[in-house]
Each structure stands twice: as structure tokens, then as C-alpha cells.
């Protein structure tokens, strides 16, 4: 119940102590307009309506002696004691009001590319790598299985479904979960490119521990989003974005399942439209990136997939955290 947070210039600050709040406002970093919350609060209020953030009353001033030096003049038992603290720096990285700065779709896919110049060797040897990693696992754990991939098929059409059986559904289930570990890291790679922070390919072996939280998540996403597609589409897709972001939580804040689905439903707020458009930006880049010859895909692949990241980062702390 001490933690406050506030908000100033569109950006949600916090958590702070109540008192350090009281300082910020007595000082004048926090105005009487801006507003303030903490747990237990039915809305945000503003700063000049809460009365636990009323500044103390301003202390008697101490009567030095004239006529005796200060450090000769009696000590006094009643003054405060001297101390070596001092106002820490504001703190950076703190995330904005959900919804407060509207992602543009356009400019996460010009940062995208700005970043894939910069850092195009990286990127073609993590797709590389990635590429034969993942299909290198697929082939030899269906061949182990005994898995054939057309007599699959022959199934699936002589009984008219595609859902794998048997071996096949063992080889499918090792493949999504290998998928699954290289998606992971991934997802770090691209959030540490995206926050200028270092990266390389050993990252995409670095992130194995969120393999089960990754694979529950993933689990309730799907399931979600499916059961809302047989609800006439739109709520399946509106569910889709609303959710989508809980990889990169998982990732990134190192959230369980139901946590990360929970901070992607928040985190989202006032975005989602923003996420589709983004999405379909993503989609005509790859396809530009087809008709030139195919060409085209290496510049395209990596712009829409550090795209999204760039979106994430931006509904976390705001346009100027996300452009650099």
C-alpha cells in the first residue's frame, strides 16, 4: 500500500515510496494537475486531491550564535542529524500508461530496416543457422520415428483429416517444441537488437528455461484464438492481437503463462488496430519481397522480424525509447 505510481508528460511512472512522492511534489517534479494512484484507489486522482501527498509543514529555523563560529557552537539535541543521502537520478525504463503513445505502423517498420543494415550479418547468419538447425531436427527425428511425410498425407486424405496419428503426432510434437526453443531465442535476439543492447547466435540456444511456460502459453493462446474463430472471425482475431505480445513477455519480463497473457492483454490497450495494420505492412513487405525474384525476401525477412519487436517496445515505454 506504499508503492504510488504517477503520471507526467503521457508517461506512467512508479513504483515510488509515499514519501519520496511527497518530495517530488513539495518540490514541484510532480504538479497539483498530475495525476496519482496506488492500489486501493478507485481512479487516478490528481496530485492536489490526494492528502497523504500534502507536504510537511516547513521546519523552524535553527538560531545560530552570531558571535560564535559555526563549528564552535553549541551542539543542539533536538536537530535532525546530518546525512550522506542524496536524490537518486529518476529512474529510465519505466513503462508508459498502456495506450498513452499510439504505435505507428509505418515507423517500426523504418526502424526495422534502419536496424537491418546495421546489424545484416547478424540477422543472415541467425536465419541460417536457425534454417538448417530447425530443419536439420525435423528431418532426423522423423526419419527416427519412421515418420514419412507423404504416406502421412495419404492418410490424412484416405480418412479426410490432416491431424497427424501415431508416430506422426510424436514427430509433430517434437517439432513444434524444437520450434518453440529457437523461437525463444529469437525473441531475444530481436528484443536486444531492438534495445541496442549486444546480441549474437549463441543467443538462440540461451533461453531453454521459458521452454514450458513458452509451451503453456502457447497452449491457451491457440486455444483462445480457435475457439474465437469459430465465433464468426472477428473475435478470434480481435483475441489474436489483444494476446499476441506474450511471447515477447515471456522473453523479455520472464512472466509465467498466465502473466505474460495477462501483461500482452494490457500491454495492447489502445493498440490493437495499430498491431493489425503493422501485421499487414509485415505481410505486403514479404510479398514486394517475392516479386522481386525472391531477391527481395533476404532485405524483407529480417525487417518484418524485428518489426514487431520494435512495436512491443514501443507500446512498453513510448515512440522515443522505440526509434532509438
Same mark, same amino acid.
Given at each position: 500500500?506504499?508503492?504510488?505510481?504517477?503520471a507526467k508528460d503521457?508517461?506512467?511512472?512508479?513504483?515510488?515510496?509515499?514519501?519520496?512522492?511527497?518530495?517530488?511534489?513539495?518540490?514541484?517534479?510532480?504538479?497539483?494537475?498530475?495525476?496519482?494512484?496506488?492500489?486501493?484507489?478507485?481512479?487516478?486522482?490528481?496530485?492536489?486531491?490526494?492528502?497523504?501527498?500534502?507536504?510537511?509543514?516547513?521546519?523552524?529555523?535553527?538560531?545560530?550564535?552570531?558571535?560564535?563560529?559555526?563549528?564552535?557552537?553549541?551542539?543542539?539535541?533536538?536537530?535532525?542529524?546530518?546525512?550522506?543521502?542524496?536524490?537518486?537520478?529518476?529512474?529510465?525504463?519505466?513503462?508508459?500508461?498502456?495506450?498513452?503513445?499510439?504505435?505507428?505502423?509505418?515507423?517500426?517498420?523504418?526502424?526495422?530496416?534502419? %536496424?537491418?543494415?546495421?546489424? *545484416? /550479418? #547478424?540477422?543472415? $547468419?541467425?536465419?541460417? @543457422?536457425?534454417? &538448417?538447425?530447425?530443419?536439420?531436427? =525435423?528431418?532426423?527425428?522423423?526419419?527416427?520415428?519412421?515418420?514419412?511425410?507423404?504416406?502421412?498425407?495419404?492418410?490424412?486424405?484416405?480418412?479426410?483429416?490432416?491431424?497427424?496419428?501415431?508416430?506422426?503426432?510424436?514427430?509433430?510434437?517434437?517439432?513444434? %517444441?524444437?520450434?518453440?526453443? *529457437? /523461437? #525463444?531465442?529469437? $525473441?531475444?535476439?530481436? @528484443?536486444?537488437? &531492438?534495445?541496442?543492447?549486444?546480441? =549474437?547466435?549463441?543467443?538462440?540456444?540461451?533461453?531453454?528455461?521459458?521452454?514450458?511456460?513458452?509451451?503453456?502459453?502457447?497452449?491457451?493462446?491457440?486455444?483462445?484464438?480457435?475457439?474465437?474463430?469459430?465465433?464468426?472471425?472477428?473475435?478470434g482475431i480481435y %483475441?489474436?492481437?489483444?494476446?499476441?505480445?506474450?511471447?515477447? $513477455?515471456?522473453?523479455?519480463?520472464?512472466?509465467?503463462?498466465?502473466?505474460?497473457?495477462?501483461?500482452?492483454?494490457?500491454?495492447?490497450?489502445?493498440?490493437?488496430?495499430?498491431?493489425?495494420?503493422?501485421?499487414?505492412?509485415?505481410?505486403?513487405?514479404?510479398?514486394?519481397?517475392?516479386?522481386?525474384?525472391?531477391?527481395?525476401?533476404?532485405?524483407? %525477412?529480417?525487417?518484418?522480424?524485428?518489426?514487431?519487436?520494435? $512495436?512491443?517496445?514501443w507500446m512498453q515505454?513510448?515512440?522515443?525509447?522505440?526509434?532509438?
Amino acid at each position: 500500500m506504499n508503492s504510488w505510481y504517477y503520471a507526467k508528460d503521457g508517461q506512467q511512472n512508479g513504483p515510488v515510496p509515499l514519501e519520496d512522492l511527497v518530495r517530488l511534489v513539495g518540490t514541484g517534479t510532480v504538479a497539483p494537475t498530475d495525476l496519482v494512484w496506488r492500489e486501493g484507489m478507485k481512479d487516478w486522482l490528481p496530485a492536489a486531491q490526494v492528502n497523504e501527498l500534502a507536504p510537511p509543514p516547513p521546519a523552524s529555523p535553527e538560531v545560530a550564535h552570531p558571535a560564535i563560529p559555526a563549528e564552535s557552537q553549541p551542539l543542539n539535541p533536538y536537530q535532525a542529524p546530518a546525512s550522506s543521502w542524496v536524490e537518486a537520478a529518476p529512474a529510465v525504463g519505466e513503462e508508459i500508461v498502456p495506450g498513452s503513445d499510439p504505435v505507428d505502423s509505418m515507423a517500426c517498420i523504418k526502424r526495422a530496416w534502419e %536496424l537491418t543494415k546495421r546489424h *545484416f /550479418g #547478424l540477422l543472415i $547468419a541467425t536465419g541460417v @543457422i536457425y534454417a &538448417v538447425l530447425s530443419g536439420g531436427v =525435423d528431418y532426423a527425428t522423423s526419419a527416427a520415428l519412421g515418420v514419412n511425410s507423404e504416406a502421412e498425407n495419404e492418410i490424412g486424405f484416405a480418412t479426410g483429416s490432416s491431424t497427424p496419428t501415431g508416430p506422426g503426432l510424436v514427430q509433430w510434437v517434437l517439432s513444434s %517444441l524444437v520450434d518453440l526453443f *529457437f /523461437g #525463444l531465442g529469437l $525473441a531475444r535476439i530481436g @528484443i536486444n537488437l &531492438v534495445s541496442g543492447k549486444d546480441a =549474437d547466435v549463441s543467443m538462440l540456444f540461451g533461453e531453454g528455461r521459458k521452454l514450458l511456460p513458452m509451451a503453456a502459453a502457447s497452449i491457451m493462446y491457440y486455444a483462445m484464438v480457435l475457439v474465437g474463430l469459430i465465433l464468426l472471425i472477428v473475435p478470434g482475431i480481435y %483475441l489474436a492481437l489483444r494476446f499476441s505480445q506474450y511471447g515477447v $513477455a515471456i522473453v523479455d519480463k520472464d512472466l509465467g503463462p498466465i502473466e505474460s497473457l495477462q501483461y500482452s492483454a494490457r500491454l495492447t490497450e489502445g493498440n490493437k488496430m495499430n498491431l493489425f495494420g503493422l501485421y499487414l505492412l509485415c505481410f505486403l513487405v514479404v510479398l514486394a519481397g517475392l516479386l522481386a525474384l525472391l531477391v527481395g525476401l533476404i532485405a524483407a %525477412l529480417p525487417v518484418v522480424y524485428l518489426a514487431p519487436y520494435v $512495436a512491443y517496445r514501443w507500446m512498453q515505454h513510448g515512440r522515443n525509447v522505440a526509434l532509438g
